[in-house]
């Protein structure tokens, strides 16, 4: 059961938080949202120690299209960032604000960006391009990143500025508008740059919150430096260039780590 380690505590996790949520808001949907997706993940992960090979494609396409089709396109909700912004400025505690807390700003504490690995909705549908490994070194331009945080912030601040009427339909508009510019700019980096994750690294506003907070990641990778032979090959296949040998947390890239494990399963000594 040891090697089961890992999907029960993530299960456990999930659900702890579902029924925390479902008593404290009054809100059954909360018990079977958060029990979906913790669901989800936990079984992207057993599949992963079955040695099956497209274990974190399962949970991506499991928690991606929930996410995107259900609660954006069917229950209208805006779970991207003008989403949590919205939600925010209205003092409303749940769906975005909710979903951003777990995921993606107190989670992270727990599971580093684990969300972009096997959650996200828009690395769902890049993971699928050609270049899952970069040809090209990474570029200086991880600033665009804070430009689109910033913008999303003015967006949803300049509306109720504005007092805008009818928030929420323009905010479900903006989900849909917002999907839009992502996949198109996430496909067309991946193919200029050669690179599936070049929007993740260079355009996603959502690392803004991400990065900080999975530098004290308890779930990571680390090194047995006893069995490492500094054959290179993790560093070659990790789609986001982080430096796995190195056990410090200020490791190249180190908060970028998105738990791929293609490192680990393509190390030939078991040394991750």
């Known amino acids: ?30 018990l079977f949202n958060f029990s979906y997706i913790g669901i989800s993940i936990s079984l992207g992960v057993f599949l992963y120690i079955k040695k099956y090979k497209h274990a974190r494609r399962v949970a991506q396409l499991l928690v991606g299209l929930y996410m995107l089709v259900y609660l954006g396109l069917i229950c209208n909700e805006n779970m991207q960032i003008e989403g949590f912004w919205y939600y925010l400025f209205t003092g409303t505690f749940e769906a975005a604000t909710i979903h951003y807390a777990v995921a993606k700003i107190f989670g992270p504490l727990v599971f580093g960006r684990g969300w972009c690995g096997y959650a996200c909705w828009t690395a769902m549908v890049l993971d699928f391009l050609p270049y899952k490994v970069p040809e090209a070194p990474r570029k200086k331009i991880g600033w665009i990143r804070y430009l689109t945080f910033a913008i999303s912030l003015i967006f949803v601040s300049a509306l109720f500025l504005a007092h805008v009427g009818n928030m929420e339909k323009i905010m479900f508009w903006a989900f849909i508008t917002g ?56 560093k070659k296949v990790c789609p986001m260039e982080v430096d796995v040998t190195d056990n410090s947390r200020n490791r190249k890239n180190g908060t970028e780590c998105i738990l791929c494990f293609e490192c680990v399963k393509n190390c030939p000594k078991n040394a991750l």
């Open 1 to 30: 059961m040891k090697k089961y380690f890992l999907p029960l505590v993530m299960l456990t996790i999930f659900e702890t938080i579902a029924v925390s949520l479902w008593l404290t808001q009054n809100n059954i949907f909360y």
């Open 179 to 234: 999907n839009v510019m992502y996949y198109s700019a996430g496909i067309i980096l991946a193919f200029v740059f050669k690179d599936n994750r070049a929007f993740c690294k260079y355009i996603c506003p959502v690392t803004i919150f991400l990065k900080p907070m999975s530098y004290f990641s308890m779930l990571r990778i680390t090194c047995d430096k006893s069995k490492c032979v500094s054959c290179g090959k993790c």
